[in-house]
Structures are given as structure tokens and as C-alpha cells.
């Protein structure tokens, strides 16, 4: 069902775990079968420096939650806010059609973390979406 790149992200995750005092923290989820995803940020600058995750779900939402730290660390806000679920989907080499949704919680609680920040700053999400 998964291909390599999958199952190495989902036995190998990248960058899991919390981050004490988080500049931004998101959590999203899935009431219905109770899958959640958290994801903590340290922002310095406008700039992505440090990201963890928490995933209590499927292999799937591992994965993704894997690559996508990866794929927002070091970005600025600007950048990580472009973050979308087929870029998590191409870094993964594709999911199985029932799991895109696994993608789009990664893509959501990036989002959410951000939100968080903002509000944590006195921000609005576009103020936000204007950092460089
Ligand atoms: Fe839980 Fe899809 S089955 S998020
Ligand atoms: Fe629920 Fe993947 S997060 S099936």
C-alpha cells in the first residue's frame, strides 16, 4: 500500500517530539476516529528555525507530518504559509487516494501553528502572510 519513501519516513520520522515554550503551536484532528496532529514551531525572524510533531494516527499522517517539517524548516513564514497538502504528497512519492486527508492534517496544523503565532503577536492571519 505505502511506497519506500512512505514506510521511511513512518518508521524513520523526522523532528518528532514538542518544543517547550513554542512560538506558534497547532493542533488539528480528526474527531471522528480521533487521529490528532501537533505541530510546534520556534520562529526567529520571520524564519522557521526549529519544528517538532506530535502524531497520535495513522502511518500515513506520520509520514506527512515527517516530510512536512522538513519541508518547512528553515523556511520564512511567508514561505511555510504556501505549504500545501500535494507538496507534502509529491516530497512523500504519493499516498494511496484514502489517505490524502492524512496530507491535508500536516498542511492544516502548519497552518494552525502559524495562526497561533499570530495570535500570540497581535497579528491577523494577512499581517501575517506579509512577513518576508
Ligand atoms: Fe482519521 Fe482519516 S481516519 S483522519
Ligand atoms: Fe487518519 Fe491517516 S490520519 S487515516
Redesign the pocket.
Given at each position: 500500500m505505502y511506497n519506500e519513501k512512505v514506510m521511511e519516513h513512518f518508521t524513520n520520522p523526522r523532528n518528532v517530539g514538542e518544543i517547550p515554550n513554542a512560538d506558534g503551536m497547532g493542533e488539528v484532528g480528526?474527531a471522528?476516529?480521533g487521529?490528532i496532529m501537533r505541530m510546534y514551531l520556534k520562529i526567529e525572524d520571520n524564519r522557521i528555525v526549529d519544528v517538532k510533531f506530535k502524531t497520535f494516527?495513522?502511518g500515513s499522517a506520520i509520514a506527512s507530518s515527517s516530510v512536512a517539517t522538513e519541508l518547512i524548516k528553515g523556511r520564512t513564514i511567508k514561505e511555510a504559509l504556501t505549504l500545501t497538502n500535494q507538496e507534502v504528497i509529491a516530497a512523500l512519492g504519493g499516498l494511496p487516494t484514502v489517505k490524502i486527508?492524512?496530507s491535508v492534517?500536516a498542511e492544516q496544523a502548519i497552518k494552525a501553528a502559524l495562526l497561533d503565532y499570530a495570535n500570540k503577536n497581535g497579528l491577523t492571519f494577512d499581517e501575517l502572510a506579509d512577513f518576508n
Open positions: 480528526n471522528k476516529c487521529d494516527g495513522c486527508h492524512c492534517l
